[in-house]
C-alpha cells in the first residue's frame, strides 16, 4: 500500500503524536485534524497527518483556547498565501 493511502487509527495517531485519546478527538472536533468516521471509530489518512504537523508545527495546542488561536493563525496565513498568489497571477496577465 503506498504510504499516502494509509490510515491510522484513533489510537495509532495518539501514539504518533505522543499524546493521549481524548486530544486527538479534541483536535478533530477544532478542525485541527481531520478524520473520516468509520462505525464508532475515526481513521486518519496520512497525508491528512503530514499536513497537520506541517500546519501546526511550533503552535500551542493544549487547550481549547489556545488551539482555536492557532486554527485562526493557520487560516490566516492561508488566506495571506492566495491573496499573493492572486497577486502574481495578476502581475505576470498585466
Known sequence: IPIELKTFTNDDVQDLLNTYGWKIDKLRKHGVLKGIQMGKGFIYPYLEIKKFLEEYQGMDLSNDQTIM??????????????????????????
Do not use: G, P, R, W
Open 69 to 94: 488561536e492557532s486554527v485562526h493563525k493557520v487560516e490566516l496565513a492561508k488566506i495571506e498565501q492566495q491573496l499573493k498568489f492572486e497577486k502574481n497571477q495578476n502581475k505576470k496577465s498585466n
